[in-house]
């Protein structure tokens, strides 16, 4: 069985790119939808930043819980990233 992740990389435009840290999609917290807040659980929408559109991605793992904050260029790419993490792990 291959196990599938989010993998954070050194780069993305060069030949010696490599992993630095991978967040195993089974690790993720579910997902499930409010009509208030929009999707919630295992990501959550935070808002708006000089870094772009950003959105925490939450998860177990050795017990403990991980943050991630992931940011896009536009709010077409979160709700993208965020609409296929929901039909993953809802």
Same mark, same amino acid.
């Given at each position: =069985?291959?196990?599938?992740?989010?993998?954070?990389?050194?780069?993305?435009?060069?030949? #010696?790119?490599?992993?630095?840290?991978? =967040? =195993? #999609?089974?690790?993720?917290?579910?997902?499930?939808?409010?009509?208030?807040?929009?999707?919630?659980?295992?990501?959550?929408?935070?808002?708006?930043?000089?870094?772009?559109? %950003?959105?925490?991605?939450?998860?177990?793992? #050795?017990?403990?819980?991980?943050?991630?904050?992931? %940011? %896009?260029?536009? #709010?077409?790419?979160?709700?993208?990233? =965020?609409?296929?993490?929901?039909?993953?792990?809802?």
């Amino acid at each position: =069985m291959t196990k599938h992740g989010i993998h954070a990389l050194t780069g993305r435009r060069n030949d #010696l790119v490599k992993t630095v840290k991978t =967040m =195993m #999609l089974s690790d993720i917290k579910p997902l499930y939808k409010s009509v208030k807040k929009g999707i919630q659980g295992g990501a959550e929408d935070i808002g708006s930043f000089s870094e772009g559109e %950003c959105f925490k991605v939450i998860a177990n793992k #050795l017990g403990s819980e991980v943050n991630w904050i992931m %940011c %896009c260029e536009t #709010l077409a790419e979160k709700t993208e990233w =965020m609409n296929i993490l929901m039909a993953l792990k809802g």
